[in-house]
């Protein structure tokens, strides 16, 4: 295994910033996400980020194209993207997992998002294990491993002082191999993982769910939910986005922007109609799109079992206790 300790963590990202865009997790008072690295910077490597690395590939905002009228005729113009080769350190493997679930949505299914796409395939990928879960994590649950991230370039692991690498695709041997004169070889083991103390029983969910949809449950678990939508802004699979523009005179562009299916706006159609007009019927849909569309669409659950939602709900709605609900659930 290749390692470094982690006092020469600095020069390692400073090294490899002058051939990539760097970003790393980094703690700023109560927030921490991923962020560009830049000499100086502390990369927190105790949990996981409150905000999901989702933003990189699929920013909360994002100009699409621009036009302008002439005459009749309309030219439009997609912006041009200068996307760099960039390097994601430090990704745990509920967020490994996330982007697998935007790439399903974003490049399969007879349709490839170019944004998305294209930052996607500059993207190298260096995660990194996790040994002691927070309160609120349940990726175990989930069919995770903390310790193998699916999909990564480069698993990293904790070793106490180091830092150890193995790289899991040829784009990650050849970027171990770039800075190989800065890594030790030793035949370290990571360390293991500590228990977790949530757990959730997803076996015969989906199939449950699908007899659900007019269930009395989705009218008791919606009672406490404020609409807030922090759910799915910190989530790291919600993907739902609006588009908007901007128009002077003759021209304008589109944007598109992050929306939030607990929102009554983001159903409202022109004309007025709803088919999601309360609480009751965006919270079913939620964890219905959670727990069975999304598995029935693409084989596979919308959640990570990150636990960011359980974390930062005002009202503490937990996604476990409802899957419970559900098991228990009469139907």
Same mark, same amino acid.
């Given at each position: 295994?290749?390692?470094?300790?982690?006092?020469?963590?600095?020069?390692?990202?400073?090294?490899?910033?002058?051939?990539?865009?760097?970003?790393?997790?980094?703690?700023?008072?109560?927030?921490?996400?991923?962020?560009?690295?830049?000499?100086?910077?502390?990369?927190?490597?105790?949990?996981?980020?409150?905000?999901?690395?989702?933003?990189?590939?699929?920013?909360?905002?994002?100009?699409?194209?621009? *036009?302008?009228? =002439?005459?009749?005729?309309?030219? @439009?113009? &997609?912006?041009?993207?200068?996307?760099?080769?960039?390097? %994601?350190? #430090?990704?745990?493997?509920?967020?490994?997992?996330?982007?697998?679930?935007?790439?399903?949505?974003?490049?399969?299914?007879?349709?490839?998002?170019?944004?998305?796409?294209?930052?996607?395939?500059?993207?190298?990928?260096?995660?990194?294990?996790?040994?002691?879960?927070?309160?609120?994590?349940?990726?175990?649950?989930?069919?995770?491993?903390?310790?193998?991230?699916?999909?990564?370039?480069?698993?990293?692991?904790?070793?106490?002082?180091?830092?150890?690498?193995?790289?899991?695709?040829?784009?990650?041997?050849?970027?171990?191999?770039?800075?190989?004169?800065?890594?030790?070889?030793?035949?370290?083991?990571?360390?293991?993982?500590?228990? *977790?103390?949530? =757990?959730?029983?997803?076996?015969? @969910?989906? &199939?449950?769910?699908?007899?659900?949809?007019?269930?009395? %449950?989705? #009218?008791?678990?919606?009672?406490?939910?404020?609409?807030?939508?922090?759910?799915?802004?910190?989530?790291?699979?919600?993907?739902?986005?609006?588009?908007?523009?901007?128009?002077?005179?003759?021209?304008?562009?589109?944007?598109?922007?992050?929306?939030?299916?607990?929102?009554?706006?983001?159903?409202?159609?022109?004309?007025?109609?709803?088919?999601?007009?309360?609480?009751?019927?965006?919270?079913?849909?939620?964890?219905?799109?959670?727990?069975?569309?999304?598995?029935?669409?693409?084989?596979?659950?919308?959640?990570?079992?990150?636990?960011?939602?359980?974390?930062?709900?005002?009202?503490?709605?937990?996604?476990?206790?409802?899957?419970?609900?559900?098991?228990?659930?009469?139907?």
């Amino acid at each position: 295994m290749k390692t470094i300790v982690k006092s020469r963590l600095a020069e390692l990202l400073q090294t490899m910033a002058q051939d990539f865009r760097v970003l790393v997790p980094v703690k700023s008072e109560a927030i921490s996400q991923f962020v560009p690295w830049q000499e100086g910077l502390t990369v927190n490597l105790e949990g996981n980020t409150v905000l999901p690395p989702k933003d990189i590939f699929f920013p909360q905002t994002e100009k699409m194209y621009k *036009f302008k009228v =002439k005459g009749s005729s309309v030219d @439009i113009e &997609e912006f041009a993207e200068d996307v760099q080769k960039q390097v %994601i350190f #430090g990704i745990r493997s509920c967020d490994m997992q996330s982007i697998d679930c935007l790439d399903k949505v974003f490049l399969t299914k007879g349709y490839e998002d170019q944004f998305y796409k294209t930052k996607r395939e500059k993207t190298l990928l260096v995660a990194l294990s996790c040994t002691k879960p927070q309160d609120t994590c349940f990726c175990e649950s989930m069919g995770l491993n903390p310790q193998e991230a699916p999909g990564a370039d480069v698993q990293g692991y904790d070793l106490g002082d180091a830092l150890g690498f193995v790289a899991k695709t040829p784009e990650g041997e050849e970027l171990l191999a770039k800075y190989g004169s800065l890594f030790t070889e030793v035949n370290a083991v990571p360390q293991k993982v500590e228990g *977790f103390n949530l =757990k959730a029983d997803v076996a015969g @969910i989906p &199939e449950k769910l699908a007899k659900m949809f007019d269930h009395p %449950i989705w #009218g008791e678990v919606s009672q406490k939910c404020l609409g807030c939508g922090a759910c799915a802004y910190l989530c790291p699979t919600c993907h739902c986005f609006d588009i908007s523009g901007t128009v002077k005179g003759d021209q304008g562009y589109k944007f598109r922007c992050w929306d939030c299916c607990m929102f009554s706006e983001y159903t409202r159609m022109a004309g007025g109609h709803n088919p999601r007009p309360s609480k009751k019927e965006r919270v079913r849909n939620r964890f219905l799109h959670k727990l069975y569309y999304f598995k029935d669409r693409y084989g596979q659950l919308l959640c990570t079992g990150c636990g960011r939602c359980i974390a930062k709900c005002p009202v503490g709605m937990d996604i476990t206790a409802i899957i419970e609900k559900i098991k228990e659930a009469e139907v």
